[in-house]
């Protein structure tokens, strides 16, 4: 029953010898130019100042943001169905077809609104 989990314990500890070992080299080979501007923090390409949370955003931000998730969550929907593809026929080619169909419109919807122009 061990020898069953001897190709999993296998694979974990290559993982990690590989993950520690990519880590180590790029801590000893890495650059060392520290600089105030490369320690300075930032979040989402906004640097932050003194007002805290009180800053108000852009809205935009997060328009983009939700867009991205919608079309990204796309991917969710299309890889089971191309996993199976051969089994499920010819109709679910026509039904992916309309589901991609109703994404595009509403990506060309989004891009005539201007939504995607960041200023």
């Known amino acids: 029953m061990a020898e069953t989990y001897i190709p999993m314990v296998l694979m974990i500890a290559i993982a990690f010898g590989l993950g520690s070992a990519l880590v180590l080299a790029s801590v000893v080979l890495g650059p060392k130019y520290p600089s105030e501007v490369k320690d300075y923090p930032f979040e989402c390409g906004h640097l932050i100042d003194s007002n805290g949370a009180r ?4 809205v935009k931000f997060y328009m983009i943001a939700i867009i991205f998730l919608l079309f990204d969550l796309e991917i ?6 191309a996993t199976v593809f051969r089994e499920i026929g010819i109709t679910a080619l026509f039904e992916m077809f309309l589901f991609l ?15 995607l122009e960041w200023e």
Do not use: A, D, N, R
């Not at 800053?55 to 852009?58: I, T």
């Not at 969710?76 to 169905?81: A, K, L, Q, R």
């Not at 109703?102 to 060309?108: E, N, P, S, T, W």
């Open 101 to 115: 169909g109703i994404l595009i419109v509403g990506y060309i919807y989004v891009w005539k609104k201007g939504v």
């Open 76 to 81: 969710v929907f299309m890889y089971p169905w």
């Open 55 to 58: 800053k108000k955003h852009s």
